[in-house]
C-alpha cells in the first residue's frame, strides 16, 4: 500500500532551536509539496518540487524556512530558529507527471514550538 | 491566481439525510478541481476531482460534485450521510496551466448526528 511517510509525527520543540521534518513520497512520484495548516490560516502552500528542483517556494518565509531534495526518496522542510508562530502541522504530499491531478498526501507532522 | 471560498464553515446534519458542502472558486484560467476529506489526526484523502468532460463528477463514499462554469461553483453532495462521514471536506483548485500550485478553501466541518 503505496504512502507517503512523514516523520515525525509530532514534534515539542523551544524556541530558537531547529526542526527538521521528513517525508517520503510514493516511490515513482516526481512532484512534492510541503503544506501548513493552521486553524486562523488553513492550508497554504509552503513550496513544491518538481524532480527534486524547486519550482515555487513563495509561500515560504525564507529567512528560517528551507526545504531541499536531497534524494528522490526524501524531501526535507527545515526551520531555523523556530518560533512559536511556526507552530501548526505540516503536510507532505506527492503526485506524479508533468500534469498533477492528484496529491497524495502523508499524515502530517505535528510541531508546538514554546 | 486562482482562490476558493467554501462558504460554510459548519455543516451540521442527522444520519441518512443530504447534504450539500459548498465551493465557489475564482480563476481568470481554466481549471482543475478537487474535493479532499480529512479525518481527525490524518492528512487528506482525495474524494473526486473535475479535469475535463462531464461535469457531474461521481467519488468514493457515494459523494459527487457537479462543475458548474458560469456559476464557478463545484458542490459535493452526498444523498444520505453515515455517522463516519464526519470530518473536515476541503474544495481545491489548481489552474490547467500551473496544475502544481493547489489552493485550498478554509473547509467545512461535517457532523453527522444520529
Known amino acids: 500500500d503505496a504512502r507517503v511517510t512523514q516523520t515525525p509525527r509530532h514534534k515539542v520543540t523551544e524556541m530558537g532551536q531547529e526542526v527538521t521534518m521528513r517525508c517520503q513520497p510514493i516511490?515513482?512520484?516526481?512532484?512534492v509539496f510541503w503544506y501548513r495548516q493552521t486553524m486562523m490560516q488553513g492550508l497554504e502552500l509552503l513550496a513544491y518540487?518538481?524532480?527534486?528542483?524547486?519550482?515555487?517556494d513563495s509561500g515560504m518565509p525564507k529567512d528560517r524556512f528551507s526545504a531541499e531534495m536531497p534524494d528522490a526518496t526524501l524531501a526535507t522542510l527545515k526551520i531555523q530558529p523556530s518560533e512559536p508562530r511556526d507552530s501548526a502541522v505540516y503536510f507532505c504530499a506527492s503526485g506524479r507527471g508533468s500534469v498533477n491531478t492528484e496529491a497524495f498526501f502523508g499524515q502530517g507532522t505535528r510541531l508546538t514550538v514554546v | 491566481a486562482q482562490s476558493v471560498t467554501q462558504l460554510d464553515s459548519q455543516v451540521p446534519v442527522f444520519e441518512e439525510a443530504p447534504v450539500e458542502l459548498r465551493c465557489n472558486y475564482s480563476s481568470s484560467v481554466s481549471v482543475y478541481l478537487f474535493w479532499y476529506v480529512q479525518y481527525p489526526n490524518q492528512g487528506l484523502q482525495l474524494l473526486l476531482k473535475y479535469l475535463s468532460g462531464s461535469t457531474l463528477v461521481k467519488g468514493i463514499n457515494g459523494f459527487e460534485a457537479e462543475f458548474n462554469k458560469s456559476q464557478t461553483s463545484f458542490h459535493l453532495r452526498k444523498p444520505s450521510v453515515h455517522i463516519s462521514d464526519t470530518a473536515e471536506y476541503f474544495c481545491?483548485?489548481?489552474?490547467?496551466?500551473?496544475?502544481?500550485?493547489?489552493?485550498f478553501g478554509a473547509g467545512t466541518r461535517l457532523t453527522v448526528k444520529p
Open positions: 481545491a483548485v489548481s489552474e490547467r496551466k500551473n496544475n502544481n500550485d493547489m489552493r
Open positions: 518540487f518538481r524532480n527534486r528542483a524547486p519550482l515555487d
Open positions: 516511490l515513482g512520484h516526481n512532484t
